[in-house]
């Protein structure tokens, strides 16, 4: 089939042009003018040390380094965004496969719930979702007995993997709404890499007499992860980002603990730029890792 | 219309719909006493206290830890139900739906009794009275009284939400109003001059008068509106409003809470404490 494919696209040009240059120096120009207006127009005295103080502060009596509740609050994000990949990445194969099933049942299901997540406005639909989850299911399988009766060995483990045991239900509601919501994009992900898979595949497997269940899982499913793996590694990046949603649910994320400081220290752009570079700084070495792990694989397979 | 207010909406006519089955069922009469709050919290033995940042009625010690007047009344209380106490830190706009949800028992954190809010939850008798004070900028409305900025030319920056912008539009119905989500960032309107005056609960106004001197004033030392700020409980639950407001006077006839409100609003000698500047 290689009289389907494009001719390979032409290298860019690695040189400066002249327009590069002119786009550059208006931006240092623009970024310049920004700066002036903030020093000298805007009557604000920049103070840091507040905003700083919580994200590490010394401890004034053992001299040592404790971290505050920003970096607190960056962790519970991450572990939100860990928990709520693999959920969600659950719910996107399941959902994904049903979306190409040849059942219509499956295939209504899954292509309703797609729809009617990327459709609503994500903070609607955690505001409704939470208050339902944690007020209606969490009760039923008895989330805060199991968390308040916990023995302390097993509170710690939890309070590592997840969240302080006082806190533990409304991690989970938190992780059970992003895990929905993201696992809608995953679904759409899982569908892309599966019909990615060449149709020959399918009819060579076929043809050698395997069953549906079993091209999928041993032939198609093999190859669709592979292309698979690197939009999921993105959507964990996103979901580090979005994650910053369920602060509107008291979960004690880096969102949740900024709004805090914010009202705490008044303090308000010190705060949000501090936590905008704690994102970006987490997000950019995701990305980065992220990059190579699909260098490495690519390599691999040849 | 206000975004918030729509999805704090929206989720409550959720929640209630969801209630509807099991109110239902239950034997109501009987059972009151028996599924009192109370009574579940005595069991057990948390007081869960659903409490949002606000200073100085709960805000953040340098450790992280929370202090504040409220945070002092919520031990407070749950030192003499002797069971201990949690706190639960939740986001303004979606404290009442968290109520109702029962993700706390019972919301100590400043709330003002407005009759719409009564609707949907349940007020014990104030603890504290606050009000709205206003801070103005020298610069645009030195020497204007009260009375002056009700005038088209006028700009009010207020925080959004019920009380400020509500009192700020009543007070002032000429002048135009800016709303802001935080009150840094209305303060912050006044002090560049974009601004004549600014209205938040007291008493930050004045805290913020003594921290910018040559820059703001007060146009009156008075408060603009009195509030009466209570507890606030799921409907339904006599037991407990009975225990709560009772509380209340106890410690009201016995002066704990005037003391407690005076340390926490009349000086700040309690900064040393707080990361604020």
Same mark, same amino acid.
């Given at each position: ?14 040189? !400066? ?11 240092? $120009?623009?970024?310049?003018? $920004? ?12 103070? !840091? &040390?507040?905003?700083?103080?919580? $994200?590490?502060?010394? #401890?004034?009596?053992?001299?040592? !380094?404790? *971290? #505050? ?13 860990? !928990? ?116 020959? &595949? ?59 400081? *914010? *009202? ?16 970006? $700084? ?21 | ?72 009344? /919520? ?50 008798? @104030? ?34 939400? /019920? ?5 700020? /539009? ?24 974009? /601004? ?22 007060? @146009? ?17 639950? @006599? ?39």
């Amino acid at each position: 089939m290689a009289h389907d494919r494009p001719p390979p696209p032409l290298k860019p040009k690695r040189r !400066w042009q002249k327009i590069d240059v002119v786009i550059i120096g208006l931006a240092f $120009v623009a970024i310049a003018y $920004v700066v002036y207006r903030v020093e000298h127009v805007l009557v604000y005295k920049w103070e !840091w &040390q507040p905003v700083l103080d919580f $994200v590490a502060y010394k #401890n004034p009596d053992t001299g040592e !380094w404790v *971290a #505050n509740l920003l970096i607190q609050g960056l962790l519970m994000t991450l572990r939100l965004a860990f !928990w709520g990949t693999i959920a969600a990445a659950a719910i996107g194969l399941v959902m994904g496969l049903c979306r190409i099933s040849q059942n219509l049942f499956l295939r209504a299901t899954a292509r309703i719930y797609v729809e009617l997540i990327r459709n609503i406005p994500p903070i609607v639909f955690i505001f409704v979702f939470y208050f339902f989850i944690s007020s209606q299911i969490m009760p039923i399988i008895g989330v805060d007995d199991f968390a308040r009766n916990a023995s302390p060995e097993t509170a710690s483990i939890i309070g590592f993997l997840f969240s302080p045991m006082d806190l533990f239900s409304n991690f989970l509601a938190g992780v059970i709404c992003l895990a929905m919501f993201e696992g809608a994009y995953i679904t759409e992900i899982v569908r892309a890499g599966v019909q990615s898979i060449e149709k020959g &595949q399918w009819e060579g497997a076929r043809a050698i007499g395997l069953s549906r269940l079993n091209v999928m899982r041993d032939v198609i499913l093999p190859q669709a992860i592979r292309k698979i793996l690197p939009p999921l590694a993105g959507q964990f990046i996103t979901l580090v980002k979005d994650s910053a949603i369920v602060s509107l649910i008291s979960i004690q994320e880096l969102t949740f603990s900024a709004t805090e400081v *914010a *009202a705490t220290t008044t303090r308000v752009f010190e705060t949000w730029i501090v936590v905008g570079a704690m994102y970006f $700084v987490i997000c950019y070495f995701f990305a980065v890792l992220f990059g190579r792990l699909e260098k490495r694989l690519s390599q691999d397979r040849r | 219309m206000n975004l918030r207010k729509i999805i704090t909406g929206a989720a409550m006519a959720g929640i209630m719909a969801l209630g509807l089955g099991g109110v239902a069922k239950a034997d109501v009469a009987q059972s009151l006493s028996s599924e009192s709050v109370i009574e579940e919290i005595k069991k057990r033995g948390v007081l869960r206290v659903g409490m949002s940042t606000f200073v100085p009625w709960a805000m953040r010690a340098k450790d992280g830890g929370l202090i504040g007047f409220e945070i002092d009344v /919520a031990k407070k209380v749950a030192e003499d139900m002797e069971v201990e106490v949690e706190f639960i830190p939740t986001q303004w706009s979606g404290i009442i739906p968290a109520l109702i949800a029962k993700k706390f028992d019972v919301i100590i954190g400043g709330m003002s009794i407005t009759p719409a809010r009564n609707l949907t939850v349940n007020f014990t008798i @104030p603890y504290a009275h606050s009000g709205q004070q206003m801070v103005a900028s020298m610069e645009l409305a030195d020497g204007m009284a009260v009375d002056d900025f009700n005038s088209s030319d006028v700009t009010i920056a207020c925080r959004r939400g /019920a009380t400020p912008c509500n009192a700020a /539009a009543k007070l002032f119905p000429k002048a135009s109003l800016s709303r802001f989500d935080d009150d840094a960032q209305a303060f912050q309107e006044v002090v560049n001059g974009n /601004a004549h005056g600014f209205i938040t609960s007291a008493p930050k106004p004045r805290f913020w008068m003594e921290k910018h001197p040559g820059k703001l004033f007060m @146009p009156t030392e008075e408060n603009l509106t009195q509030g009466d700020e209570a507890f606030a409980l799921r409907k339904g639950d @006599p037991d407990a409003l009975n225990f709560f407001s009772n509380w209340i006077q106890v410690h009201t006839s016995n002066g704990w809470l005037q003391e407690r409100h005076d340390f926490w609003f009349t000086n700040q000698n309690w900064a040393d404490q707080v990361a604020e500047n």
